[in-house]
């Protein structure tokens, strides 16, 4: 295929060349070796819960409309979606865990490296635990907020303390429904014995405990990670950064991170900088060491260090290509196995490290948090030892990378609209209730070959930002918008309407915020209860003029992601379907019904100009609900 149909970025589109050229296999080429896809897997009704199966129901009436056991496509497909929920909430909340034992590692372990970066927001955390802080060191406050976390994990009954921050209406919601979640490892538990044979076969009800699970994901385990990373590493401010495939130096040692936790990348940002290591590239014919992430790994230390990025999910692959990736370093998450063999192809030194994420024949360089430099000194020695063994005639670097501001926090908004002394979200309030600034979208998640790479993230945030919605965006959304330049305040304020130009102009912001990588869509949420506090725009997050969208998605966290951002209120567009369409009555409680329990519900629509569309008009309703004023430059809006 024309790599221009494959991705709109013309640096991918040279690395696809060059695979086409060299008869390279990446994600794209076997996504269209797997067509057709299975249409029983698509429309989710297949079943392989028991040893009594596979069964599959016939869509077209004329087959089985029941399992073995009796299971009606109904519950196949509600059984079989809340199962994706399980996978997603549980690698989101593993990862908040992993960071909650490296607070304790820290603390436990000096010679671990880490360091507490944010002593402010340890004590403000404290203080919401309940941890008693007088007279106490930063270590012990530290190690008590750790362990206070961690329990939470685990909590068998009662109420997450962090869904504590929630408005009191939506919290009364979720009492009134039986979905306030408990601790993630019991809600995740009961998913997997609801949906084995033989146990919940009313769909309603298993998606009840799959928006439970999912809110214990958003207001649980991803809100740690959150928290607990902004502690440890520091909380982000806007900061400049590059990204893209021409961040990597031809001269330098590229070692390239990629994953989620930022356990490893951070210390990796340290080593990287010691003297000794730096000289070692030097004496191994470098001119330095270039650190570049991938996906949220890199994201995490983008917006904490301005480390450049080298790209998103479907970049990984390029980034080898490239014949100039020395290492590439992984942990966890949307690392495809399919790197395995390519970076056979080339010098590239492949390592995995975490013990959850090994792959056959790839090699292991296991992370402990207690020798975490340490670790980190070794990868970096490995990709000076792999730098000596390029070859330099097959180099090709795209020479595409584009600067970008990153480092939008929930808690930096407030400075950031009220300013330094006076900081506060009066200024966003009240540009929504004069009208320039019609609301809010969320535009998220991953890339998918099944898609033009980043055609529909960054279709979808111009039309929203031409029609006065600010956007915030996380993960590879966010790299896809930042690769058009919708993250340079003046790129971006050219393509927005004029209500919230005129805004982003006042404040010095682009009006497509990167506030994070995957787990901080947490502080989107944070972001909505602040705005309630502020006053004038309802009680609850459904009354707000928001809306969510994940125009690209691939992975169960994203779907874990869209169930407790509905969960919490919120109106939000898938670009293709879950897989739910096997069952119209799942469809219509996801895509209608939902929305009488939460207040919010789902849509399905992949053309992005349109699932935007829907998205204002979703805002236009909810601003003539809270009677707020028309729109202050609705007529040049319309007139384009
Ligand atoms: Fe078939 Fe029921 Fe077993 Fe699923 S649980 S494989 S539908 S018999
Ligand atoms: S990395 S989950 S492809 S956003 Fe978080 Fe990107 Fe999706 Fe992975």
Redesign the pocket.
């Known amino acids: 295929m024309d790599p221009k149909q494959r991705s709109i970025d013309p640096a991918a589109q040279q690395m696809l060349e060059r695979a086409a050229r060299e008869e390279l296999c990446v994600s794209w080429d076997r996504f269209d070796a797997m067509q057709p896809q299975c249409g029983f897997g698509e429309l989710g009704i297949c079943?392989?819960?028991?040893?009594?199966?596979?069964?599959r129901i016939d869509p077209f009436g004329r087959g089985p409309q029941e399992?073995?056991?009796?299971?009606t496509a109904d519950t196949?497909v509600a059984r079989n979606l809340i199962r994706m929920i399980a996978g997603g909430a549980a690698a989101h909340s593993d990862h908040g865990r992993d960071v909650a034992t490296t607070l304790l590692a820290a603390v436990r372990h000096p010679e671990s490296g880490y360091k507490i970066a944010d002593e402010a927001k340890l004590q403000a955390l404290a203080e919401e635990l309940g941890v008693e802080t007088d007279g106490k060191g930063v270590e012990q406050i530290a190690e008590e907020v750790a362990e206070i976390c961690l329990a939470e994990f685990g909590q068998q009954e009662g109420e997450l303390k962090f869904a504590q921050r929630a408005p009191e209406a939506r919290k009364e919601t979720w009492r009134k429904a039986g979905i306030m979640p408990r601790g993630i490892d019991r809600e995740i538990v009961q998913i997997m014995h609801q949906t084995h044979?033989g146990v919940d076969g009313d769909y309603k009800n298993l998606l009840l405990q799959g928006l439970r699970a999912a809110l214990g994901d958003g207001w649980g385990g991803s809100m740690v990670a959150t928290d607990l990373q902004d502690v440890l590493f520091g909380s982000p401010e806007p900061l400049q950064a590059r990204t893209n495939l021409g961040v990597m130096k031809a001269d330098h040692v590229n070692i390239l991170v990629h994953g989620h936790e930022p356990a490893l990348s951070d210390m990796l940002v340290e080593a990287a900088r010691e003297q000794e290591l730096i000289d070692q590239a030097r004496e191994a014919g470098a001119a330095g060491i270039q650190l570049a992430g991938l996906c949220c790994t890199g994201t995490e230390i983008l917006m904490r260090h301005g480390i450049p990025s080298a790209g998103s999910f479907l970049h990984q692959e390029l980034a080898v290509m490239t014949a100039a990736a020395d290492a590439m370093v992984v942990d966890v998450q949307c690392w495809m196995p399919g790197l395995a063999r390519l970076s056979d192809c080339f010098h590239t030194r492949l390592l995995t490290t975490s013990y959850k994420a090994k792959f056959p024949g790839v090699e292991h360089i296991q992370f402990e948090e207690e020798h975490a430099l340490e670790v980190a000194r070794k990868i970096i020695r490995a990709g000076i030892e792999a730098y000596s063994k390029r070859e330099p005639s097959r180099v090709q670097i795209p020479q595409e990378s584009i600067d970008l501001i990153a480092g939008f926090t929930a808690d930096y908004v407030h400075t950031l609209l009220g300013g330094k002394f006076r900081p506060s979200y009066r200024p966003l309030n009240d540009a929504i209730i004069q009208g320039r600034i019609r609301g809010v979208a969320g535009v998220v998640g991953c890339e998918n070959p099944r898609h033009k790479q980043g055609y529909c993230h960054v279709e979808m945030m111009k039309e929203l930002i031409k029609h006065d919605v600010l956007v915030l965006a996380t993960g590879c959304s966010a790299l896809a918008a930042a690769r058009e330049g919708l993250l340079q305040p003046e790129t971006g304020r050219e393509l927005a309407g004029r209500g919230l130009a005129e805004v982003c102009e006042a404040v010095g912001m682009p009006p497509v915020l990167h506030v994070g990588s995957c787990v901080d869509n947490s502080r989107i949420l944070i972001a909505c209860c602040e705005v309630l506090k502020e006053g004038g725009l309802g009680e609850d997050i459904s009354d707000l003029p928001v809306a969510g969208a994940a125009p690209e998605w691939m992975s169960e966290k994203a779907i874990s992601i869209g169930f407790y951002v509905v969960g919490s209120g919120i109106y939000t567009v898938f670009g293709t379907p879950q897989p739910v369409l096997g069952s119209p009555k799942v469809n219509e409680w996801l895509t209608k019904e939902m929305e009488q329990v939460v207040g919010g519900c789902f849509d399905w629509e992949p053309d992005p100009i349109k699932a935007a569309q829907m998205m204002i008009e979703h805002m236009n309703k909810k601003r003539k609900e809270l009677k707020l004023a028309p729109m202050m430059y609705e007529e040049e809006v319309a007139a384009g």
């Open positions: 079943c392989r819960n028991c040893n009594m199966g596979p069964c399992g073995v056991c009796g299971a196949i044979i």
